[in-house]
């Protein structure tokens, strides 16, 4: 089921509904496949990010992947939520314009809207994506299976990589999807959190945690440290997504 919201700020967006059954395919056609050229998955910190952690990664979001994305025609594909990584990349959308879907992929159950009042609802949606697929679970970590289906599926049709900025335990589960799918990733180091502790255990080549050394085992793995600013993430990630992926 699909429906068009309107945000208080005058953006709106596209609602699909999905459920267990929902073909892959048949959703390709909603999100406007032939309109990017690349898809970055962003993973990363919501609510868990401090307030300095927010002010580091800042201008990487926003002057470097927003505006990155509005110049190449890349497609993002997030968490949806207004919150953290996810509400520091609308931020960048509201001041560069898009030119390729944002798409923030969450349970219906766990977030509310414009027009959709819901009291279990631990989350409002961020009002400057072009698009939601709301997905079946009561709880966050449900829509993961859900989303990388549909990042394996646009990955097929343009190059693309997983930018992972901070993140908690779901982050690292969701890297790891990236991992199985051999999607490069890069791991924005400094960020915090679960970015670190990926960056961590690469430097060191090894981790006690099972989760990680698999992300480690199974990954293609750069990292990019927050220090270097915005600029030259934007070289960083053209130079993985066109240069490496069609070397």
């Known amino acids: 089921m699909e429906e068009m919201i309107q945000f208080p700020n005058g953006w709106s967006a596209r609602l699909i509904r999905v459920s267990s059954e929902t073909s892959i395919p048949c959703l390709l056609a909603a999100l406007d ?4 050229r690349a898809l ?13 952690e927010m002010k580091s990664v800042r201008p990487l979001l926003v002057d470097g992947l927003a ?28 001041h560069h314009g898009l030119t390729a879907p944002v798409i923030g992929v969450c349970p219906a159950a766990a977030v509310t809207w ?8 631990v989350a409002e949606l961020e009002p400057h994506h072009s698009h939601f697929v709301l997905t079946p679970g009561e ?10 289906a549909l990042a394996d599926a646009l990955g097929e049709r343009v190059p693309s990589l997983t930018l992972v900025v901070n993140g ?26 679960a970015a670190d502790v990926i960056a961590t255990a690469w430097e060191k080549g090894e981790s006690d945690d ?21 600029e ?16």
């Not at 414009?114 to 609802?121: E, K």
């Not at 690292?172 to 959190?193: D, T, Y």
């Open 67 to 94: 505006q990155l994305a509005t110049q190449e025609r890349i497609a993002i594909l997030d968490g949806g939520t207004n919150s953290g990584v996810m509400a520091l990349l609308g931020e960048g959308v509201a």
């Open 114 to 121: 414009p027009g959709n009042p819901n009291p279990r609802a």
């Open 33 to 36: 496949p032939e309109s990017f």
């Open 232 to 247: 030259n993430l934007k070289t960083f990630i053209r130079r993985k997504l066109w240069e490496e992926c069609n070397g």
């Open 139 to 148: 709880r966050f970590g449900a829509e993961t299976k859900f989303l990388y």
């Open 210 to 230: 099972p989760l990680v050394d698999e992300i480690l085992r199974w990954g293609d793995i750069a990292l990019f440290d927050v220090g270097k600013g915005p």
């Open 168 to 193: 908690g335990r779901v982050t690292l589960e969701e890297v790891l999807h990236s991992a199985h799918q051999g999607r490069p990733i890069v791991v924005l180091k400094g960020s915090g959190r």
């Open 40 to 52: 970055v998955v962003l993973s990363g910190g919501a609510g868990g990010m401090s307030h300095e």
